[in-house]
């Protein structure tokens, strides 16, 4: 089993520009989440879905889209890149017996 | 006050040394409790769970005080290796199946 993937390990983009980072799971979770972490902040929730075809806003969604692709897959969209979405993103799933999250390797955007 | 409060770091030991790291929650519904560690730049993965009684994983204990809302990991014969982030992690179960992360404490082990 792969876990947790995420594509693309790295990205560069210009103020404007639009991307969408790429999460998929192979554990059968029905939860996903798309985290942010920055220098001085650990690690803040952007949104997360608690099963196929739900999805709900956390703690920091300004700037962000998701969508469920269906229960394996997990994207967050970023419309129109600022400075400020500079950061790490982890993607993570988890199981509901233990609640524990599976975190991937995680996507280092910069935004110029 | 944040949901989730920890000590803050680093705390730079050396070898062998015995080590306790302690957080504080705010949510007194909280059911389940964990310690994540992450290594620089790499994502985070779970170190162990933390129950009512306490568990012990080799070297690593953890502790949980509900009364107090406090838990504590104490790492013992420090090795080189456990240099890392570890986070204190909380999940409120109000909350949608959220997780609630600390900042972490930075720990530096040193030869």
């Known amino acids: 089993n792969a876990g947790v993937t995420q594509t693309p390990k790295f990205q560069v983009l210009k103020t404007g520009q639009s991307m969408t980072l790429q999460c998929a799971q192979d554990?059968?979770?029905?939860?996903m989440y798309w985290y942010r972490q920055d220098p001085g902040m650990g690690l803040r929730l952007i949104y997360y879905?608690?099963?196929?075809?739900?999805?709900d806003k956390g703690e920091v969604p300004n700037g962000y889209n998701v969508s469920r692709l269906n229960k394996r897959e997990f994207s967050l969209r970023l419309e129109s890149a600022a400075p400020s979405q500079t950061s790490v993103y982890f993607c993570a799933s988890s199981e509901i017996v233990t609640d524990t999250q599976y975190f991937g390797p995680g996507t280092r955007l910069t935004v110029l | 006050r944040k949901e989730v409060e920890q000590d803050p770091g680093p705390f730079n030991v050396p070898e062998g040394a015995t080590v306790a790291f302690n957080c504080t929650y705010s949510n007194s519904a909280s059911q389940s409790f964990f310690w994540y560690r992450q290594d620089c730049r790499k994502e985070p993965k779970l170190l162990m769970s933390?129950?009512?009684s306490g568990n012990e994983d080799g070297r690593f204990t953890a502790q949980l005080n509900r009364a107090s809302q406090y838990i504590s990991l104490l790492i013992r014969d420090s090795k080189l290796s456990d240099s890392a982030t570890y986070l204190c992690?909380?999940?409120?179960?109000?909350?949608?199946?959220?997780?609630?992360f600390g900042q972490g404490t930075e720990l530096s082990v040193k030869p």
């Open positions: 933390v129950y009512s």
């Open positions: 992690v909380v999940n409120p179960r109000n909350q949608g199946g959220k997780l609630i």
């Open positions: 879905s608690a099963s196929e075809g739900t999805t």
């Open positions: 554990m059968n979770h029905n939860s």
